[in-house]
């Protein structure tokens, strides 16, 4: 059997920086309060006339992740797309990244797993792989969160956490025995759907689009049980690093590194205490970009990349949690 391997990684942030004094303009919040529970310090946000989008910032971050693979976008013959913030409630994003590349007709499957859609996709791209029918797969995690954010003092239980970015990484085969992608495990638990959940545009209960709409506030921005996240995703992380440890018979000493999806500093650290991992062993970014959901993690191994952290036999884990809520991870031998 084939092994996968990720042979490139690449992303994209807009260039407006958002502070959280900035935010503090906008809305009744402090950049006290947003430091002391979240660790977030600025983000980043497009802005009008909104020449940016999902699928433009995830085709920016491709660029990259092809580039630093050095492969050319015809050598791809799948695209795997996640994303909560589409471009168009129709299509996905995938076709428009397809076009963009100039890439042929190739599959183009869009995951919607919210914050753990990129670690849903790299699973994809694994066992697509492994099974031999594709041999280099584009993987991109992409969000536009802020234009659907409310930006007033209702909304700073969440506007104050997220942000805008891209990343992408290329997976391709490789006969290396031992060595990439060595497991990915994906959970899910549909009783926490609507514990943090944006319910329209949506099909579900509700007209589309109808008159007062604006009256129903859970209608149109997104709705969170921050506290009960908060309090499953402490326990979901090192549960999943864990899994991934045990599943290749691997103990924490074996970890060089473990890549948390960036929701919350403080869920970072909750679970580097509880697996007693020290600083250098875990890597967060979420102080410069807040939580970019499907992003998170490629921006955050694109950024190792770039500073030529990542060592070839290292061992990472990488893990996610969010909406669904569902979570998921990967262990990778580089
Ligand atoms: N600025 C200032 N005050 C704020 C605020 C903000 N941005 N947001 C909420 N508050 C206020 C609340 O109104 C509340 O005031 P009250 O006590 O007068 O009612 C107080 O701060 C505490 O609010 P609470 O929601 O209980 O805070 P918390 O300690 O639970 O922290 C989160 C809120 C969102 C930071 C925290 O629950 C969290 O991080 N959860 C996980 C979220 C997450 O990761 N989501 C993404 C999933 S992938």
Known sequence: ????????????????????????????????????????KERRFIKEPYEQSTAIMGFEASKMAIDRAGIKPEDIDLIV?????PDYYFPGPGVIIQKLLG?????????RAQCSGFMYGLSIADQYIKTGMYKTVLLIGSETQSTALDLTTRGRGTATLFGDGAGAAIIQA?????????????????????????????????????????????????????QLVFKN?????????????????????????????????????????????????????????GNTTAATIPILLSELWAEGRIKEGQVYVLAAFGSGFTWASALIKW
Do not use: C
């Open 174 to 226: 490789s006969e290396e025995e031992g060595k990439g992608i060595l497991s990915t495990h994906l959970h899910s638990q549909g009783e926490f759907a609507e514990k943090l959940y944006m319910k329209t545009p949506g099909t579900g209960k509700t007209k589309f689009i109808y008159d007062g709409i604006e009256k129903d506030y859970d209608n149109i921005f997104g709705y969170m049980d921050g």
């Open 233 to 289: 995703a402490v326990v979901r992380f090192p549960q999943a690093v864990m899994e991934e440890l045990n599943a290749n018979n691997l103990s924490l000493d074996d970890l060089d590194m473990f890549l948390p999806h960036q929701a919350n500093l403080r869920i970072s650290q909750f679970a580097q205490r509880t697996l007693k991992l020290r600083d250098d062993q875990i890597f967060n970014n979420i102080q410069k970009y």
């Open 1 to 40: 059997m084939k092994q996968a391997k990720i042979i490139g990684v690449g992303h994209y942030l807009p260039d407006n920086i958002v502070t959280n004094d900035d935010l503090s303009k906008l809305m009744d919040t402090s950049d006290k309060w947003i430091q002391e529970r979240t660790g977030i």
């Open 81 to 85: 797309f996640a994303t909560m913030t």
């Open 103 to 111: 890439i042929g007709h190739v599959g183009a499957i869009d995951v």
